[in-house]
């Protein structure tokens, strides 16, 4: 066996260990995520009871409070020293519990973007891959597929439109639906063809014309 061979062979041993374990690293990070996701969901369900708790608390002293009035009174007696506090104490307490709970909320959609990233990035690694990607694509001013149906848009073989982005709409592919000024196309195919579909997209109707 040569060593030009040896060579190889290491080569190819130490990249498939090297992306092995780039692998094992990625499923480690993601399952954490997941579980610290799981675990701050638990903590913001234990905050919200608590300031349902706390709420509760309140009305039940207030009840009892307004039960020391005389029977058929209409004059509201002022709040004695000890409700006063109560009510200083319970209040300071519930916003105390809903700054934490909007921190906790804020750290799960911090966690879940991260998740979507690697997701999307794990996306593209795959599709690179095999010379494929995913794109979007913005129909701009004087792009020739305005007010065109989808029907009458041709794309390459192996490009598929996955969805359109209208606003702040998710709307589904149907061939009856007319194309806009800021529609975003999302589409999956090989490399080359989004490149044919991206310079057909940017042409302008006099470059069309012409």
């Known amino acids: ?24 690293i990625a499923l480690a990070e993601r ?8 675990r701050l969901h638990s903590q913001a369900s234990s905050l919200l ?12 002293q207030i009840a ?12 509201s007696p002022l709040p004695s020293d000890q409700l006063e ?41 795959d599709l690179s891959l095999r010379a494929a990607a995913i794109e979007r694509f913005p129909i701009l001013q004087g792009s020739p597929v305005i007010g065109r149906t989808l029907a ?13 982005l209208r606003g702040p709409f998710l709307v589904p592919p149907d061939d009856a639906l007319v194309l806009r000024v800021g529609d975003v196309l999302i589409m999956i195919g090989l490399q080359t063809d989004l490149a044919q579909v991206a310079s057909e997209f940017a042409q302008t109707r006099n470059t069309k014309l012409a």
């Not at 307004?66 to 009174?73: D, N, Q, V």
């Open 64 to 75: 009892v409070f307004c039960a020391k009035r005389p029977p058929f009174s209409h004059e």
């Open 152 to 164: 009458r848009v041709a794309l390459p073989a192996s490009v598929r439109l996955v969805t359109i």
């Open 1 to 24: 066996m040569s060593l030009e061979l040896i060579g190889r062979i290491q080569q190819e041993l130490s990249i498939t260990g090297s992306a092995l374990y780039e692998t094992v």
């Open 31 to 38: 399952a954490n995520r997941k579980a610290e996701v799981v």
């Open 85 to 125: 506090r109560f009510l200083s104490h319970t209040g300071d307490r519930i916003q105390q519990l809903k700054r934490t709970l909007l921190s906790v909320d804020s750290h799960i959609h911090e966690l879940k973007l991260e998740t979507i990233h690697h997701e999307l990035l794990t996306l593209q690694q």
């Open 49 to 60: 009871s608590q300031i349902e708790q706390a709420h509760g608390e309140l009305g039940r």
